[in-house]
């Protein structure tokens, strides 16, 4: 069986940093991509990162890019955000989602990933 359990989540005030972590079981790690969204209320699943386990690849939405960094611990089956100066306006539940490498076509989607977390929430106080 698929699982994803995200971790990590809390309460920081802004500029703070977090950590989440993305655990897999029940498929081959690195024929995988793991990306990670963020939902906040009243608002639509956004993509913001992504990482090929087999290659290191990494990508990231505008919006995070140069504050956090995806990696992932292939012995663990783990990966990671580092989330750093943390906003307000980024408090939202975060998923972890997989997708078999060679079927993921539009990454930013949420229709793209079959399998996700139940997601860890993040809240940014100013």
């Known amino acids: 069986e698929v699982q994803l359990v995200e971790s990590g989540g809390g309460l920081v005030q802004a500029g703070e940093s977090l950590r989440l972590s993305c655990a897999a079981s029940?498929?081959?790690?690195?024929?995988?991509?793991i990306g990670w969204f963020r939902q906040a209320p009243g608002k639509e699943r956004e993509w913001i990162s992504l990482?090929?386990?087999?290659?290191?690849?990494?990508y990231y939405a505008d919006s995070v890019k140069g504050r956090f960094t995806i990696s992932s611990d292939n012995a663990k089956n783990t990966v990671y955000l580092q989330m750093n100066s943390l906003k307000p306006e980024e408090t939202a539940v975060y998923y972890c989602a997989a997708e078999l490498r060679w079927l993921l076509r539009q990454w930013r989607l949420p229709s793209s990933y079959d399998f996700w977390g139940q997601g860890t929430q993040v809240t940014v106080s100013s």
């Open positions: 990482i090929d386990t087999k290659h290191g690849n990494t």
């Open positions: 029940g498929f081959t790690f690195d024929d995988y991509v």
